[in-house]
Structures are given as C-alpha cells and as structure tokens.
C-alpha cells in the first residue's frame, strides 16, 4: 500500500511537471508573437521589395521603349510633309496607314500628328468610330510642351477614348522650325495586366501623389495626398482626370522602418492595414508603391504560435505518455525487485528454519542419545540394585530360615546335654531326634536353593500319581499331624502314570500341601482335597484348600520368585517358582484359581505316560 501511494505521488508530481512546462512553453510561444510578427512583416517587407522591383522595372522598361520613338517617328519626311500639306487627299490617308502600321508594330496604342494649333491631322486610329482626325488637342501639357520644340510625356485619361495612357510627344520640325508636333499613346491596361499575377495592391503615383496606374480599380485617379487648389486647377484644365474621382484616400499611417510604413485605409467597405514599401521610378516624381495587406502576416504570426501551441500539446502528451511508461517500467522493475527480495528472504528465513530444525534434531539426536545412554545406565544400575535387592531377600530369607532350626538345634542340644547330666536318657534322645528333624530341615532348605539354582535335564519317567500323591501326603504328615489337619485324596480307580520324576514331583505336591496348611492356618481342622482325573494324552491332579484363596494381584504374581505374602521372613517365595519350572520341567503346567465355593485350587496338569514306551525309552 505505500509503494502504491509513493508511485502514485510521484506519478502526480511528473503530471505536474510536464503541466507547468506545458504552459511555460506556450506562455513563451505567446510572448514571442510579436517577435513572430516582426519576422513575417521583414519576410513581407523582403517579398514587398522584390515586387516593388518587378512593378518598377516593368513601367521603367515601357518609357525607356517609348520615350525616344516620337522623336524618331518625327524626322519622317512624309510626317513633315503631311504637316505641310494637310489637306492633301492623297497623303493624308497615306500617312494614316503609315502610322497605323508603324502603332501596331512599336506596340503603341496611338500615333497622331498635330498641327501647330494643337489640331490633329492624320492618326493611326483613322478606321476607328471615333477618331482623333479633327480633334484639337492645344489644351494638352504635351503639345504645349513639344510646340516649344521639346520632347515630352504626359499622362492622363483618354478625352477621346477615355482610356488611361502615357502620352509621348516630339516636335516635328521643319529645319530649325516647329511644323507641328507627333504624339504617342501608351495603355497602361497591359501594364496593370502583368501585375495581376503579383497578387498583392500595386499603385503607380504620379508626382501629384494621383493613383495612375493600379490593379486595384477602385483607387484609380485617389490620391495619396490631399492636393493642393492649384493643382486641382491644373488638372482640370489639362482635362487631365475627371476631377470627381481625384479625392484622397483615407490613410492614417504609421511608420514601421526606414522605407515603409504601415497605413491603414479605411473605405466604406471597410478598413484594412498594409504594409506599405515604395520606389521611385525612372519618370521624374513618379513611384511604384506596394501594399502588403498585414492581416494574413498577422493571422501567420498567430498560425505559428497555433502551431506551437500544438507542438507543444504533442510534446507534453508524449512526455506524459514516456514519464507514465517509464514510470509503469520502474514500477514494474520495482515489484520484480521487491517479490525477487521476498522471495530471497523466504529461502533465507527458510533455510533459517531449517538450520534452526537442523539444530533441533541434532540437540534432540544427542539428548535421546544421552537419555538411552542414561536408560542403559539406569537398566544397568536397576539390574544391579535387582540383584542387589534379590540377594539381601534371599539372605533375609536363608539366615531366617536357617536361624530358626539352628536356634531350635543350640536350644535342643543344650536340652540333650542336660537331660543326659541328670541321666534322662529318654528326653535326651527325643531332643537328639528332634536336633535330627531339625538338621533335615536345614538340609531341606539347602535342597531347595539348590533346586532353584539347578539346570534342567534330570530324566523323566512314567510315575504312578497315586503313589506319588500318597508318599507326600506322608511326608507332610508330621506337619498335618501338628495342625490337625488332614488331607482327603481321592484315589482313581486305574493306576494312572504322567511323565515326570518322582521325587521333584513329590516336592511339588508337598509344596502345595504346606501351602495349603499356611493359608488355612486360623482354622481347627484343617482339611485338604487332592483328586485326579487323566483324559487320553493328560493327567490333571487337583489340591484344593478352605483357606482365604488368592487376591488378584497374588495369582498373577505367585509363581514368580521371591513373592511372597507371608509376613515376618516365613515364606521364601520361592516355592511355587520352583514347582512351576520343575512342572514345566516335566513337560506340564502348573495353575492356581479360586474356587467358586471359596479357597484356593492349584492344578497339576502333566502329560500321560506310556509304560511300556517310557520303560523302552
Ligand atoms: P511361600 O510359601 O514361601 O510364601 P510360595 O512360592 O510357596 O512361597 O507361595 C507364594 C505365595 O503364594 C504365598 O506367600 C501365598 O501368598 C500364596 N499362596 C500359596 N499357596 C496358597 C494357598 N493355598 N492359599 C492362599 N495363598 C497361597
């Protein structure tokens, strides 16, 4: 979101930029019109001058054409004579021919000759409906003028033809006399003609500032000044220009260089501002004048200031196009650059996180290796205190068990040896016997830690189990007897052999026995149940007490070494592991559950035996 905002103020900021040129540039466009102006009027001024030339040099040529030939045309004889003779018949029309001719072939719109009275008697013109022949023209500056002997010029509007001409005229003389004078007429017509092309106001003035020649019609016989009564006088008499149109032009004007000026005239039809130029020509007061109307220069200057205008439009929108895509690019190249940076910081904060898990795995590699080497130390040392723990039981258990008899042996002993001092054989006989029991039982005790610690192996036979059961419930009978107990044995009716060894099979069923008897032991007369019952391939014995029966947690635990629930160091808790492995020894199993009626039944299951087999065996 701030890049965006960033971009897009600096996005305005070069829109504002290019604004401001914009306006800059056009406000520079508009303060250099005038000097736009000055340049189209100095190229109106150059063009204006070039005009000027060509106007000039066209009238210069025509007088420098005409001037001379009425002085050549008079030395013509016939011209003298004619003069000499005007009312010859025979000459007169001749001589007209002859200045017909000679008008066509010099270009001259008129020759005619007169008399020394200003009367014309021959002229080129003689077929025309309205010929000079007759006319008088004495009232003409010309013919005064050449009368007196002298070439002339002079200009006006045709009496006759009420055409404008330049008048050439030269005494014809007669030796040193004047015998009458030879006039030419010029049309300007093909003069104004040749300027049409120019396309611009082209006035030839007059010394009296009268607009002589012009291809602007209008102007023609207005003046640049106002004349003076004097000339206007003049002019009237020399029938010169109707004097009606001889009226100024209404000019105010307004000097822009040293040979022009800029004049406004202001007609009916409306007022116009020229730039106006003006030369002299070769006839003496005469000027070739151009006006170069300055509303098209003008309206150019403001054409290129338009131009302008739109030049710089152009520029400024493709400078706001160019700003805009360099921007867009830069914008581009920007996001390219940020994503590329994003892009490099997730590797970086991946690759991070994956030296960070790394580091992890490795820590937790090394603390699981730590903790399984502290387990195996633990396992180790467990195992050991096990041992530890195992060996003081056993000890606990060996010096209570021997400690008693030894006790009982020591206190029986010293009863044997004062019974004998006192002579009482009989009891110191029963004491011996009993130091005898006694020493049984701690070889007993010795037997079964050894059984315990004794390798399987021993060779098994078929045993008969009534016979077994019968020879431990007579070893258990001293026992049974000091109870008061007794055990009920069901017999079976067949003889029935399992696989076994007797006499591991009877230290079983004593265990049992003495077990029983422990847990009845709150009881006057106790009484044990011992039956068989054998299938096809088993034997199944079954011992079954009225005592308490076992706990749960007793019968999962009973027949592993060293449990034992009896309290004060009686029971070893070894009994029941060693009948069970000596069972599983024989190949059979040895089981305890609770009787539904109440206390304990332990079964012996053992695989049946074949005699005849066993004894091939
Ligand atoms: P000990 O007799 O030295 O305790 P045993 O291995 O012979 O060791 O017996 C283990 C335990 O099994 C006894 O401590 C006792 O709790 C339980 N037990 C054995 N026989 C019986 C029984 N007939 N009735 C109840 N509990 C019994």
Known sequence: MTTEHVSYGRQKQAVVWVFVATVLAVLAGALAIPRAETFFVDRAQTEADATLRVVASGVNQMAARFEPLPTLFAERPVILNALQDPDNEGLIPFVNEQLRLSALSVGASDIFILDPDGLTIAASNYRDERPFIGKNFSFRPYFQ????????????????????????????LDGINVAGVLAMKVTVADIEDSWTGLGRDIVIA????????????????????????????SIETAQQFPLSQVRPLSISTDVIGMNSVELSVDEPEGSETYLVESLPIVLPGWHAIVFWPLAPVRTSALYLFLIWVLFVSVIALLSFIVVQRRMRFAERMRIQQDERQLLEKRVEERTADL?????????????????EGRLRKTQKDLVQAGKLAALGQMSAALSHEINQPLTAVISYADNAATFLERDRIEDAKDNISRISQMADRMARISGHLRNFARRPGDKLKAVPIAQMIDEAISITAPQLNSRNARIEFERPKDAVLAVGGELRLQQVLVNIFSNALDAMSDQETPVIHVSVAHSQD???????????????????????????????????????????NIVEDFGGRLTVRN?????????????RADQQRMVAE
């Open 206 to 233: 007059d010394p009296n500032g009268v607009i002589f020649l012009s291809n602007r019609q209008d102007w023609l016989f207005r003046t640049l000044t106002t004349l003076s009564a004097q000339k206007r006088q």
């Open 145 to 172: 003028e050449a009368i007196t002997g002298q070439s002339s010029r002079y200009h006006a509007l045709g009496t006759t033809s009420g055409e404008r001409g330049f008048f050439f005229a030269a005494p014809v």
């Open 538 to 580: 088993a034997v199944q014995i079954d011992v079954r007490d009225h005592g308490p029966g076992l706990a749960d947690e007793t019968i999962e635990q009973a027949f592993e070494p060293f449990f034992s629930t009896k309290e004060g160091g009686e029971g070893m808790g070894l009994g029941l592991s060693i009948s069970y």
């Open 355 to 371: 030296n960070i898990a790394n580091a992890i795995l490795k820590t937790e590699v090394e603390e699981r290796k730590s903790a």
């Open 595 to 607: 009787h539904p009626d109440g206390g304990a039944v332990f079964g012996v299951s053992l695989r």
